[in-house]
């Protein structure tokens, strides 16, 4: 088995792999630490060979269905070049430039295992291009397009710019800004702010990439925000920075969109920097909604939405899942429990 190419995608959560096995060649794209995500094959090419295929081996294309019926030579590492979907979960695949194999991302398949230039019919394994519903070259062309301006520097500054405008006037200015990201995209940051007496921490740049696998409503912009006592926290954001720098990375490292309703578990691993004596949040769209006394009057920039964590004890997880959404929003609004972290 030879691995020909490895590429990861720019949010860092899937690789994409090119094997050889002397019988034939795979495209995979599988998840970078998770692998109960499974992964997703595609048929690039039979190679010559003699003998049936056995248990347990990635299997050949039907002759018939390749227009290499006797297998092809070998491909060539550095001939090949991987173009990742805007999603970032699907693969275009080029040989010497040209366009080799397309998998589509997981919301895209439409049925189809993906496509093969050298497949010529429909099969299990991989579909021939005049199979596609769209122009595959189009497509690439558009997602070459899309990578080449997201990661423009200029994006992502207006991007941030209009975030903490958005946040300067719900909140006023600013108290405070850090820069998370590491210098690797996507870039990401959080903003601090006062309201009332509480401080407002904020993600600033997750909205700038689309988020993996987008809901049906296409609500994949998305910026989480919190709030917490002001009283008796560190000037310069303790844990919450931390927490907010990991949610916002969250859709990304586990392969799944955020919207309203979701449950997020506290990291196990790095249980010292979450918030004290919390399991979980809960992202919520209207906080009004948890907490009548607790206005945000927060406007996001045109295209985003603000989702707000909740901090969940243990026990509210529990009845979370148990008696659902409405029983535990109930119960905050009867014990006046606000939506602000006061741990």
């Not at 927060?298 to 964590?309: E, M």
Request: hydrophobic share 45%; aromatic share 12%; charged share 20%.
């Amino acid at each position: 088995m030879a691995v020909l190419i490895e590429r990861t995608n720019p949010f860092g959560n899937l690789v994409a792999t090119v094997e050889d096995d002397g019988r034939c060649v795979y495209l995979y794209v599988h998840h970078a630490q998770f692998r109960g995500w499974g992964f997703r094959p595609l048929w690039l090419a039979n190679r010559p060979c003699e003998g049936a295929d056995a248990p347990g081996q990635a299997p050949r294309l039907h002759a018939a269905r390749t227009d290499h019926p006797d297998g092809r030579d070998a491909f060539v590492a550095d001939d090949l070049e991987v173009v990742w979907t805007p999603s970032g979960d699907g693969v275009f695949l080029l040989e010497r430039g040209e366009l080799l194999a397309h998998l589509p991302g997981v919301d895209d398949t439409l049925g189809s295992p993906g496509f093969s230039r050298h497949a010529i019919a429909r099969d299990r394994y991989a579909w021939a291009f005049s199979l596609a519903a769209r122009d595959l070259t189009l497509q690439l062309d558009e997602a070459r397009g899309y990578w080449a301006e997201v990661q423009r520097a200029e994006v992502w500054q207006g991007a941030r710019d209009r975030m903490l405008e958005a946040g300067a006037s719900a909140f006023g200015d600013h108290g405070a800004y850090w820069a998370i990201d590491e210098s690797k995209w996507p870039s990401l940051g959080v903003a601090k702010y006062m309201h009332r007496e509480h401080l407002v921490f904020t993600t600033v740049g997750m909205s700038v990439a689309r988020m993996p696998a987008p809901t049906d409503a296409g609500l994949d912009r998305t910026e989480i925000a919190f709030a917490v006592n002001g009283h008796g926290h560190a000037t310069d954001g303790g844990w919450c920075v931390q927490t907010a720098g990991w949610l916002g990375r969250y859709p990304w490292s586990w392969y799944t969109p955020v919207e309203d309703g979701a449950l997020i578990m506290a990291p196990t691993a790095h249980a010292s920097w979450f918030a004290p004596d919390s399991s979980a949040v809960l992202l919520v769209e209207d906080p009004a909604a948890w907490d009548a006394e607790f206005m945000a009057p927060f406007v996001a920039p045109r295209g985003v939405r603000v989702l707000w964590a909740l901090f969940l004890s243990a026990d509210d997880v529990k009845t979370l899942e148990i008696r659902g959404h409405d029983v535990l929003r109930q119960r905050f609004l009867e014990q006046r429990r606000s939506v602000v972290f006061s741990g």
